[in-house]
């Protein structure tokens, strides 16, 4: 048996799988967000510890014997988050989140002061990274700065408490802005830009690779062995990847979760900054990936059916699986900002076309439209970056609607694929890295592509329509810019 964390932001997912790799039981526990002031996005770090355990004890609580019989963990995680550490190795303020936008100064001085920075960490600087962060930390509060023994990232800061170890895998640390992503290894002249050295960093250990034990208090408390292997574990998508079986170059697919990526494997370190591609280390050894991100999709629809006070799923029944066209009303869901293409903390979501006569149907087919506009920018980056996608297949929250799947079907003008087990593609991925460094086994084998539940391919009747749209929406963007 194989068991998988995956540190969301919304939630904690623990997947358990068998020996043949099926999903045997799964477990979730929410998390909270904190917003203190304009753009800041933060989560108290035990939290993400308190909800793992929780995840952990249900399984043991329902399913003793296969967790009894767990040979491996691996952990998935949400990226950047700067979890910053005293020297008692406990955090010294809340974790400061990927989708936080208060460091925008401080990307600017970042790019003054390492004009390297795109050639080694092969991305530009944005809020969303951590290395900004701690320099916006040593900037407005400074008596925490220097207070710092270390930095990990929310899924390094679980296996710390799990295990007493600190180390973090190639995939997270690339969206540090600290690694050199060819080299895979940490960056003293991107550490020493922002006021740290190689001390401040865990070890770095590959995705499928052990990098420590299963500490005895919780091996007793769930009944497991005393030998438990912890795998280094992935970032999120890294981690959907390898749920998904995309480890060969060339595999993609988007996902529609509170974020939203295109992700592609690549054999190498393939930067692409000018497009806002971020270019990352892939889980496994030898391989990278290419990424647009756009930094909130399934969010979009979450906040509307919070504003609205009702289950977003009361929100998409009544448009069916299918709409016959564009709705008249366009929606920017950059609600904390975006990436790609425009690496924009201060970008703002907007409706625009509303009527006296606009229905509540209309509203919600333009946020599921507004994400899917979005992956179109974030696959028009890629393709210039790289060359064309042919097909994606779909994996987050998002993914269990049939409705947005074809609406990103008709927006992309490509095929996109419902796939088994989409919603918990992370914390599957997760569990086979630690199966992985266990019995090292070939990936191939264990990374199998999970099966099509239903394919969307784009309608005739309705891709003129939406390339007009689309067309229509990017304007939107450059022309709020202007007035704000």
């Known amino acids: 048996m194989y068991l998988g964390l995956d540190i969301g932001t919304s939630g904690v997912k623990a997947v358990l799988t068998n020996e043949a790799g099926a999903i045997v039981a799964t477990a979730t526990r929410e998390l909270a967000l904190s917003h203190p002031a304009p753009l800041w996005s933060e989560q108290d770090p035990d939290s993400w510890v308190d909800a793992a355990i929780?995840?952990?004890?249900?399984?043991?609580?329902?399913?003793p014997r296969d967790v009894a019989q767990v040979a491996g963990?691996?952990?998935?995680?949400?990226?950047?988050?700067?979890?910053?550490?005293?020297?008692?190795?406990?955090?010294l303020r809340p974790a400061i989140l990927w989708n936080d936008g208060r460091s925008h100064a401080e990307c600017v001085e970042l790019e003054r002061r390492c004009p390297s920075l795109h050639a080694i960490a092969g991305n530009l600087a944005m809020p969303g990274f951590t290395a900004p962060k701690l320099m916006w930390v040593a900037r407005h509060e400074p008596a925490i700065f220097e207070r710092v023994a270390k930095v990990l990232l929310p899924k390094a800061y679980v296996r710390y408490r799990l295990t007493g170890e600190m180390a973090e895998d190639m995939s997270d640390a690339s969206g540090t802005l600290w690694l050199d992503v060819g080299r895979r290894d940490w960056s003293a002249d991107l550490l020493e830009a922002t006021g740290l050295g190689l001390h401040h960093m865990p070890r770095l250990v590959e995705g499928s690779e052990a990098s420590a034990v299963l500490a005895g208090e919780f091996a007793q408390r769930w009944g497991m062995r005393k030998d438990v292997v912890v795998a280094g574990g992935a970032g999120d998508n890294a981690a959907s990847a390898i749920g998904l079986g995309a480890i060969a170059p060339g595999d993609a697919f988007l996902s529609l979760g509170t974020s939203g990526v295109v992700f592609r494997v690549t054999d190498r370190f393939a930067p692409a900054p000018e497009a806002a591609v971020h270019a990352f280390c892939h889980?496994?050894?030898?391989?990278?990936?290419?990424?647009?991100?756009?930094?909130?999709?399934?969010?979009?629809?979450?906040?509307?059916?919070?504003?609205?006070?009702?289950?977003a799923a009361s929100l998409l029944a009544p448009l069916g699986e299918r709409v016959g066209g564009p709705s008249p009303v366009q929606f920017l869901p950059y609600l904390d900002g975006e990436r790609t293409p425009h690496n924009d903390a201060a970008a703002s979501g907007a409706f625009v076309g509303l009527r006296a006569a606009t229905g509540r149907s209309q509203i919600v087919q333009a946020v599921l439209e507004g994400v899917a506009f979005a992956a179109r920018d974030n696959l028009a980056a890629l393709s210039a970056a790289s060359g064309s996608i042919a097909e994606l297949d779909l994996v987050g929250g998002g993914s269990r609607s049939a409705l947005w799947a074809q609406i990103c079907a008709d927006v992309l003008g490509i095929a996109v694929h419902r796939v088994e087990e989409g919603e918990v593609g992370a914390a599957l991925g997760a569990a086979r890295l630690g199966r992985l460094a266990v019995t090292r086994e070939d990936p191939a084998q264990v990374a199998a592509r999970p099966r099509r539940l239903a394919s969307f391919v784009p309608r005739a009747s309705v891709t003129a329509a939406y390339d007009e749209a689309y067309r229509r929406w990017r304007e939107l963007y450059p022309a709020l810019k202007e007035r704000t």
């Open 54 to 63: 929780g995840a952990v004890d249900d399984l043991a609580g329902h399913h």
């Open 283 to 311: 889980a496994l050894p030898g391989l990278w990936h290419q990424m647009g991100v756009m930094l909130s999709a399934a969010a979009s629809l979450a906040w509307l059916a919070a504003l609205m006070e009702v289950p």
């Open 73 to 91: 963990i691996g952990l998935s995680g949400q990226m950047h988050g700067a979890t910053l550490l005293g020297e008692d190795g406990r955090p």
